[in-house]
């Protein structure tokens, strides 16, 4: 039976890693890879990280497992960081990084009885595969006018129009994966109406925290759509913002009725047991040491901050550039590692081949790849092929 399997593509950034490999060219710039990179082009261990590890390795007693919930003191702590005093009357678990905590999400809404997940375009690419594995469909809405760089409010609140109660939308908090455009507190204010009016249910990713003008500044928006909407829906990955991709550390937060909550948790609880039982321990026992300790957590501010300063300078060193029809001045208001330039497939593969310049298919930049030393000839072949 498994022999009749057939082969599925690989994901599309996969390849374009390895074209990146592969190039023999010294000179050649990776905007490609989705992790944030310092001016040397590492993506470092924050200090902080490395000594709560430090910590919990004197530290830690027993691997027993840690609970069907996962670490209730990480918990209150992200929550807190991420929704304030309103996270208190959330119903949260643990999750395998912001992927996992997406899924968990996902597949609550199906138990609910949800139906489709509206996903506004362009989108991060595992978001319509993540509806999909949880046997929800996947609802395009438009978003996004890529030419002139600005969110189409008007067009998405067509596309929720044409939707049914109990739809659920995904939004992303801040530092949008692929656009860097993020709603403006206006425009968050806005959102809650129209989903109040049609019924919609907001499902908030949150995935760089601190990437675009702040720990608190980069949730204000999204706070301020959760005290206006009855239900909502929040998958947090803290991969970006403590910068331990690898440890697969997330959350998932549920707003409901109090009434609402016992059952809720008991659905999240199913839906984990079933599928990795218990989440993993390390990354979030990082998360929670340095979070609860004033020292860390100020070093760790102070870090972020630093990752913030580079992203916003490289931004403005490219918005200072002009380039044919590119809106480069638009890119020093985005926020967080990417934005989406109005490339064609003919123009991003001009790129890669005749510059070893690689983005991803859909001219998708990781800002933060890209090393100052390198905006010369970034910028000149970008001339050369828009
Ligand atoms: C928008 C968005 N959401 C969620 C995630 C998931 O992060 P992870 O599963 O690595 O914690 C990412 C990671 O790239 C992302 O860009």
Redesign the pocket.
């Known amino acids: 039976m498994i022999e009749n399997l057939p082969l599925k593509a690989p994901d599309p950034l996969l390849k374009i890693i390895k074209m990146f490999r592969e190039d023999p060219r010294t000179d050649k710039i990776d905007l490609g890879v989705?992790v944030y990179k310092d001016a040397s082009g590492n993506t470092p261990v924050m200090k902080a990280v490395k000594d709560a590890e430090a910590v919990l390795l004197a530290g830690q007693k027993t691997k027993t497992y840690v609970g069907q919930q996962g670490d209730v003191d990480f918990l209150k702590l992200v929550g807190q960081l991420a929704f304030g005093e309103m996270a208190r009357d959330f119903v949260s678990i643990q999750a395998v990084?912001?992927?996992?905590a997406?899924r968990l999400g996902a597949d609550l809404l199906r138990e609910s009885g949800g139906k489709r997940i509206l996903l506004p375009q362009p989108c991060?690419p595992?978001h319509p595969a993540i509806v999909r594995a949880a046997r929800l469909e996947a609802v395009d809405v438009p978003f996004f006018n890529i030419a002139e760089q600005r969110i189409d409010m008007d067009a998405l609140f067509a596309g929720f129009a044409t939707c049914e109660r109990g739809d659920a939308v995904i939004l992303?908090a801040c530092c949008h994966?692929p656009l860097g455009a993020d709603f403006s507190i206006e425009q968050w204010k806005q959102l809650a109406d129209a989903l109040n009016t049609h019924g919609l249910i907001p499902f908030i990713?949150l995935?760089y925290q601190g990437f675009g003008d702040g720990v608190d500044e980069d949730v204000a928006g999204a706070r301020v759509l959760l005290e206006r909407v009855p239900e909502a829906i929040m998958?947090i990955?803290?991969?970006k913002s403590f910068g331990i991709?690898r440890e697969?550390?997330?959350a998932l937060f549920v707003k409901t009725a109090e009434k609402a909550r016992a059952a809720t948790m008991s659905n999240l609880a199913q839906i984990a047991r079933a599928n990795y039982s218990m989440p993993p321990d390390h990354g979030a026992a990082i998360v929670r040491e340095v979070l609860s300790d004033n020292a860390l957590r100020t070093s760790w501010r102070d870090e972020l901050d630093q990752i913030r300063s580079h992203i916003k300078r490289t931004r403005r060193m490219l918005a200072a550039e002009r380039v044919n029809s590119i809106p480069m001045h638009l890119i020093a208001d985005q926020k967080g590692m990417f934005s989406t330039l109005p490339l064609n497939d003919a123009q991003v593969t001009a790129l890669r081949e005749q510059h070893g310049i690689y983005m991803t298919d859909a001219a998708r930049i990781n800002v933060a790849g890209l090393r100052e030393a390198d905006i010369p000839r970034f910028v000149e072949a970008l001339k050369a092929v828009a």
């Open positions: 989705g990084g912001g992927t996992g997406l991060w595992n992303q994966n990713d995935a998958a990955s803290e991969a991709y697969r550390v997330g």
